[in-house]
């Protein structure tokens, strides 16, 4: 039995009222049903297509802005609103930690049904961008296009990606020119793995179809220093594996411990698999603040 097709349907001058959870914004319907955006500010008031309704909700997306809000702010990075790894940054840092705080308070008060002390203000992160000590990258053959790309008569040119994958598809990888979560030289090490990929002919995962050798990399930073680099290749070929990995190692002499895993399962999940120490240590070092 096919599966009913939900009608599209249009809401003009929508305010948007309110933040949830996973980065998604809340309006209210005429009808009343809350609706889920991931591409407004509170304070928006905009036109909204929706592509999924429920019971109780909506989810769609903000396609014409009236009027935007206050509380907006131009985000850091060029991949905003494509990569999904920042949902917030179109939205200034204080109106952030006030939603954030709003959030885990109604969750513990109108979810668990926990009576609180008084809630003291949430305590901001000295640093808004470039903090966090581990990310993972994923090699692809066949990048994501934009629309404007896709629509586009041009040539495409390189198609090869490594970057992150596009929220809800697993096969779907954006090309990360720069990214802002995790301090340099990660953004270093990667521009360069895949500049130096493409020179030698170093082929390009592609999930589909299981082919390719590049799989994914995971960059792994530490307070005291240390740097941790492994590579996971989706078969063994000594020759090239051994190109790239002394490649890395001389460029990034920063490097303490590189890494290799010969992963040929259709996952990337290494867990069952041997991790092999190439160059350096087999671990690194973290101080943790008392």
């Not at 009808?31 to 591409?39: A, E």
């Not at 008031?45 to 997306?61: C, H, I, N, S």
């Not at 240390?226 to 190692?249: A, T, W």
Request: glycine fraction near 6%; charged fraction near 30%; aromatic fraction near 10%.
């Amino acid at each position: 039995m096919s599966r009913r097709k939900t009608r599209k349907q249009v809401f003009e001058n929508v305010e948007v009222i309110d933040a949830g959870a996973k980065g998604k914004t809340i309006a209210k319907a005429p009808d009343g049903k809350v609706i889920f955006l991931p591409n407004a500010v509170p304070g928006d008031v905009v036109d909204v297509q929706t592509f999924k309704k429920r019971k109780a909700y909506y989810e769609g997306k903000a396609t014409v802005f009236h009027k935007l809000s206050d509380k907006r702010t131009t985000p850091a990075c060029e991949h905003f609103g494509t990569c999904g790894g920042c949902k917030w940054q179109d939205m200034a840092y204080e109106h952030q930690l006030f939603y954030k705080q709003k959030e885990v308070t109604n969750n513990l008060t109108r979810i668990g049904h926990i009576e609180l002390p008084e809630v003291t203000p949430i305590f901001g992160a000295e640093n808004q961008y470039f903090y966090r000590n581990k990310m993972e990258f994923s090699f692809s053959d066949s990048r994501w296009l934009t629309l404007e790309e896709v629509q586009s008569d041009e040539d495409l040119g390189d198609r090869n990606a490594l970057g992150f994958h596009i929220p809800g598809m697993w096969d779907k990888i954006l090309d990360v020119k720069k990214c802002h979560l995790q301090a340099d030289p990660s953004n270093a090490i990667r521009n360069a793995v895949k500049a130096f990929a493409l020179e030698n002919d170093l082929e390009f995962f592609n999930t589909r179809n299981q082919t390719g050798l590049l799989r994914t990399m995971m960059i792994r930073t530490s307070s005291t220093g240390d740097i941790m680099v492994m590579i996971q290749f989706f078969k063994e070929d000594k020759e090239k594996r051994e190109l790239i990995l002394d490649y890395l190692g001389e460029t990034f002499p920063e490097i303490t411990s590189l890494q290799y895993v010969i992963n040929g399962k259709a996952n990337d999940t290494i867990y069952d698999q041997e991790v092999i120490c190439y160059k350096g240590n087999d671990h690194i070092f973290e101080e943790m603040e008392a």
